[in-house]
């Protein structure tokens, strides 16, 4: 069964202390993996989509990694307005285009 | 300005009571999908559309109907809505990629819904 597992579920940091979110996926055949920020009472935000092991991609101080079996979120140096849920999703390369999320890793970032 | 539109935003119903929430998309996506958003289960996708009069089902489509007739508007419908479908929900909208790649989605500000 394809399935999207994240950790922490909740991190603290403060201010300028770099960190790592981890996403975790079993699918039979990845099509992409996506990366989006969610702030409270708000729809996700795109960040990122990674396709192949080995891809990385940057934005700011994010930094997303993929290998065969997860994905890293590298947080470096966090602000303040850095302070979301970070979701990750998969979407298969069987049987349709179905997408499949994680429960999210809440960051607060204190100044 | 390229936006995911949803009506209502917050809705309190009564069980068995049919509703609709409306999502439309004004950037011709192809893709168009609904999640519910659960604390502690993340997002679920209950129904997703390929394109006009095209649609599966998600993991979750159990009490819920979508339709596709035109391609900037899918909308969800709760025929007799439970007290377990009061949830967030989302819907989402993206271009279609050629295999093997695909494309982000943009989301809508979500509808609040609680069924007493």
């Known amino acids: 069964e394809d399935q999207v597992t994240q950790s922490p579920e909740a991190l603290r940091l403060q201010e300028g202390e770099s960190s790592s979110l981890n996403c975790s996926y079993t699918?039979?055949?990845?099509?992409?993996l996506f990366w989006y920020r969610q702030d409270p009472g708000k729809g996700p935000e795109f960040l990122f989509t990674?396709?192949?092991a080995g891809e990385e991609k940057e934005k700011e101080r994010l930094k997303a990694t993929l290998t065969k079996k997860e994905s890293f979120l590298h947080i470096t140096a966090p602000k303040p307005e850095d302070s979301a849920t970070y979701l990750c999703?998969?979407?298969?390369?069987?049987?349709?285009?179905?997408?499949?999320f994680g429960a999210g890793t809440r960051l607060f970032v204190k100044a | 300005e390229a936006q995911v539109t949803q009506n209502p935003r917050y809705l309190i119903t009564v069980t068995g009571k049919k509703l609709t929430v409306t999502c439309s998309q004004n950037?011709?996506?192809?893709?168009m999908s609904w999640y519910r958003q659960d604390p502690g289960l993340g997002l679920r996708q209950i129904y997703y559309?390929?394109?006009?009069?095209?649609?599966d089902k998600g993991d979750v489509p159990e009490g819920y109907k979508v339709s596709r007739k035109e391609k900037r508007n899918f909308p969800l419908i709760l025929e007799s809505p439970s007290p377990n479908q009061t949830s967030l929900y989302f819907c989402?909208?993206?271009?279609?990629?050629?295999?093997?790649?695909?494309?982000?989605?943009?989301f809508g500000p979500g509808t609040r819904l609680t069924v007493t």
């Open positions: 699918v039979s055949g990845l099509r992409g």
């Open positions: 559309s390929m394109n006009v009069e095209v649609t």
């Open positions: 990674l396709y192949s």
């Open positions: 989402a909208s993206s271009l279609s990629s050629p295999t093997p790649y695909s494309s982000e989605q943009y």
């Open positions: 950037m011709n996506h192809e893709y």
């Open positions: 999703a998969v979407q298969a390369d069987t049987g349709g285009f179905k997408t499949i």
